[in-house]
Antibody, heavy 122, light 107 residues
Framework: QITLKESGPTLVKPTQTLTLTCTFS??????????VAWIRQPPGKALEWLAV???????RYSPSLNSRLTITKDTSKNQVVLTMTNMDPVDTATYYC??????????????WGQGTMVSVSS | DIQMTQSPSSLSASVGDRVTITCRAS??????LNWYQQKSGQAPKLLIY???NLQTGVPSRFSGSGSGTDFTLTITSLQPEDFATYYC?????????FGQGTKVEIK
């Protein structure tokens, strides 16, 4: 059974750097095709894809946020970490991590974590 | 960037109704289109991937179709548990853009 859980601060100040951790079980980055993505959702708004990291350490970022995002994986800990620099109140959102299906050639995110709410305020 | 536009933004329907939600891409995305269902306060749930493939465990009243730029999610007989917001997502381009969502409400 695949599970993912996001963790990190609930409140950050403007200009600070946000670090979120996705801890997962039920799969491993040792498996070809595995990936983990981050997606966020501002209150009452739509989903926004942020980044994905693959089993081979390939990474993709949203072009609009590319300069602010870094995604890394720790295979030994079964974790994926997302950092976002220069936080702003518009970055207030629920942040989700999600597992990429390995049975399709393109990104399909089949299992999601419960999400973690991050507020940006001074 | 590829823009994904869903219509309608919201709809009211009754249990048993047939419901159709449309997702239009600003350029061709081949068949790289997924649908998610999100209930209030919950994480999104994958319903359909690659246009028409039903995710394991999803009821057969859900179906998807389309290609290129125009895609459809159909619920053949709406059930009480189907009242939620539905999102399409393209994974053809780097941005993996989501639509703005369609909220299905009880009439």
């Amino acid at each position: 059974q695949i599970t993912l859980k996001e963790s990190g601060p609930t409140l950050v100040k403007p200009t600070q750097t946000l670090t979120l951790t996705c801890t997962f079980s039920g799969f491993s980055f040792d498996t070809s095709g595995v990936g983990v993505a981050w997606i966020r959702q501002p209150p009452g708004k739509a989903l926004e894809w942020l980044a994905v990291i693959y089993w081979d350490d390939d990474k993709r970022y949203s072009p609009s946020l590319n300069s602010r995002l870094t995604i890394t994986k720790d295979t030994s800990k079964n974790q994926v970490v997302l950092t976002m620099t220069n936080m702003d109140p518009v970055d207030t959102a629920t942040y989700y991590c999600a597992h990429r299906m390995t049975t399709t050639p393109h990104d399909v995110f089949d299992i999601w974590g419960q999400g973690t709410m991050v507020s940006v305020s001074s | 960037d590829i823009q994904m536009t869903q219509s309608p933004s919201s709809l009211s329907a009754s249990v048993g109704d047939r419901v159709t939600i449309t997702c239009r891409a600003s350029q061709s995305i081949n068949y790289y289109l997924n649908w998610y269902q999100q209930k209030s306060g919950q994480a999104p749930k994958l319903l359909i991937y690659t246009t028409s493939n039903l995710q394991t465990g999803v009821p057969s009243r859900f179906s998807g179709s389309g290609s290129g730029t125009d895609f459809t999610l159909t619920i053949t007989s709406l059930q009480p548990e189907d009242f939620a917001t539905y999102y399409c997502q393209q994974t053809y381009s780097l941005t993996r853009t989501f639509g703005q969502g369609t909220k299905v409400e009880i009439k």
